[in-house]
């Protein structure tokens, strides 16, 4: 038998409801792999307790039958959602000790529904990077590992990666503003899902950009995909942006027929210096897609190339706001003061010395943009764009196309510490097949499709409609078939 | 449009982020490489364009205008690093 930790939600669910396993011994193999997975850098805070208090709770439950689908079920939450009583600080100095009096929508309606949270997950900080180097805590390591180097799991929700792919928890939520579930789920063989704007509540996530914020599952299978944000989706009245639509049940919706779905091949993702391997794994997806009966045809996205320009206008405007309260007043980290400092001292230096470089270069390229003079040239700019890359979509779809096929990553995951370090555009490439998801508030999947050649996963994004992810997780579940994507890392932990 | 090192600076207090005077040319240079690529947004087209408002077409929901929580001054305070007699505590703000 495997281990009990490397089960899928799914394979867990059931043993569960037959009797088979409890959760105390799922929990308790999942935090013997957390306490032996320390290298990998993904838990940052453990909660080792109140899992096993929230399993022996989940077992009393399912005895007494009808438990919901996640009942039990061990999950890693990532850093970004607050946890009541448990430190939830984004990766940043600036919330250090932060314990929040109330818990996150999403991770609310998973501890009701059962779910047992091993800890908090490493990630970049306020969800700020590619790579999970700009953490507080130090980077998540990948699992997955061709030679001597240390390579990244991606990010921003790299801890979350990392500790799905190596069996640390059975799955975990992620949050994605411009491809941070899609990204590191692709560098990690796994498979994340950034849902539709609106379909996840954002209350009590820690805002980044908050027209492009949203929660999403990490799972090990499309299916885990499905029953993870079951459960994560729904309305909440305390976010307005947050859809009053019925959530369906979207492990239902899983058939297995893909036959007669058309699939869109948008020529702008065809990128100049793309990886040969990259060219061939998406026409090989393409080809498993309509094999399984999917007519698969070419669309023309005109804007794409301009998403990752107009991202990095709106989304440190956003950011530079919303990190406004970051201010050494209501929670969190305070700079120690001179004799004679006033308040706005106070603010300088508490945020000079609580934001890493990162977040303090989007902070302030926000502050920029959206200063006086320049809110026309670029932040007005740039939501216009934002409207002609959604409208791109529009067409695609008014045309019958009913998901889209593109890579995931323009490459495999890369070392830590080899990118980015001269010149921050570099890292931000990474989110180029990605970041137009979020722009045009889309569901989107990475699907872990095969390995390069020095035997790295690689993933591709299939794309919906909005407020469609039954039928984006039905195609995805057809190219996980197809992909037949059973590799794990080798454990060197 | 160049960033310079005046710019970088008065940014940076709009910020509220302290930079040091050594540290504003490498600041500025940044500024600039993240700037140079967002002008690539000038070759677009935007002509009777209106900017997004709202990703998803919804109308913000209204609810009644009245208290739905409150009266837990102790744990708002909970995590401020300075709270006094039920205040959050701060420098001196008036001169």
């Known amino acids: 038998m495997t281990d009990l930790n490397a089960l899928t939600i799914a394979e867990a669910r059931d043993a569960l409801a037959r009797g088979d396993l409890t959760s105390v011994e799922l929990t308790e193999a999942c935090l013997g792999a957390v306490e032996a ?16 208090e929230r399993a022996r709770a989940a077992d009393a439950r399912l005895k007494a039958g009808a438990a919901p689908a996640l009942c039990g079920i061990p999950l890693g939450i990532k850093d970004l959602f607050c946890t009541e009583g448990v430190a939830s600080q984004a990766a940043s100095r600036i919330l250090d000790g932060f314990r929040p009096e109330y818990e996150s929508t999403v991770s609310a309606q998973l501890r009701d529904a059962g779910a047992v949270m091993l800890g908090k997950l490493n990630m970049d900080e306020f969800a700020m990077g590619s790579s999970n180097e700009t953490s507080v805590y130090g980077p998540a390591v990948n699992p997955w590992k061709v030679d001597e180097r240390k390579l990244t799991p991606g990010g921003s929700s790299g801890g979350s990666a990392a500790a799905v792919a190596a069996d640390l928890c059975l799955a975990a939520t992620g949050t994605d503003t411009g491809g941070s579930i899609r990204q590191p789920a692709a560098f990690t063989g796994i498979v994340g899902l950034k849902p539709t704007y609106g379909r996840c509540s954002r209350w009590g996530i820690v805002a980044f950009a908050s027209s492009l914020d949203q929660a999403g599952p990490m799972t090990k299978t499309v299916r885990d995909a499905a029953i993870l944000l079951q459960a994560m989706a729904g309305h909440d009245p305390k976010d307005s942006t947050s859809a009053d639509l019925p959530v369906p049940d979207f492990e239902a919706m899983l058939s297995g027929d893909i036959r007669g779905r058309k699939i869109g091949i948008p020529r702008e993702y065809r990128m100049e210096g793309m990886p040969q391997e990259i060219e061939d794994l998406w026409a090989k997806g393409a080809e498993m897609l309509r094999d399984a009966g ?7 996205l005109p804007h794409t190339k301009y998403a990752l320009p107009a991202y990095y206008v ?13 201010d050494g007043v209501r929670y969190g980290y305070r700079a120690k003061l001179e004799q004679g400092d006033g308040i706005v001292d106070m603010y300088e230096k508490t945020r000079a010395e609580g934001f890493g470089a990162e977040v303090k270069r989007r902070v302030m390229v926000g502050t920029y943009v959206l200063s006086a003079g320049f809110y026309d040239a670029y932040y007005n700019r740039a939501r216009k764009v934002r409207t002609l890359i959604k409208r791109d979509f529009e067409q695609a779809f008014d045309q019958g196309v009913d998901a889209i096929l593109t890579p ?3 490459s495999a995951a890369f070392g ?3 990118m980015g370090q001269a010149d921050p555009v570099e890292m931000y490439l990474n989110d180029i097949f990605t970041v137009t998801v979020n722009l045009a508030g889309l569901p989107g999947i990475s699907v872990p499709a095969g390995l390069d050649r020095k035997g790295l996963p690689l993933g591709l994004q299939l794309i919906g409609k909005p407020w469609e992810e039954g039928p984006l997780l039905d195609v995805a579940e057809a190219l996980e078939r197809a992909a037949g994507f059973v590799a794990k890392p080798e454990k060197w932990w | ?3 310079d090192t005046r710019t970088a600076a008065h940014v940076a207090h709009l910020a509220r982020i302290r930079v040091e005077q050594d ?3 490498a600041l500025a240079e940044e500024f600039n490489r993240i700037l140079g690529f967002i002008e690539e947004l000038n070759e677009v087209d935007v002509e009777g364009v209106e900017p997004m408002v709202s990703v998803t077409p919804m109308r913000l929901k209204r609810r009644d205008d009245t208290v739905t929580d409150g009266g837990m001054p102790e744990r708002v305070l909970s995590n401020a690093p300075d709270a006094r007699e039920g205040f959050f505590a701060v420098p001196k703000v008036v001169e």
Request: proline content about 8%.
């Open chain 1, 37 to 52: 997975g320390g290298a990998l850098g993904a838990f940052v805070h453990k909660t080792p307790e109140l899992a096993l």
């Open chain 1, 294 to 300: 999917a007519e698969i045809v070419d669309i023309s």
């Open chain 1, 314 to 326: 709106i989304a440190p405007a956003e950011a530079s706001s919303n990190l406004a309260r970051y």
């Open chain 1, 408 to 410: 995931a990553t323009p």
């Open chain 1, 416 to 418: 830590l510490g080899e």
């Open chain 2, 1 to 3: 449009m160049s960033i």
């Open chain 2, 23 to 25: 540290e504003l040319p």
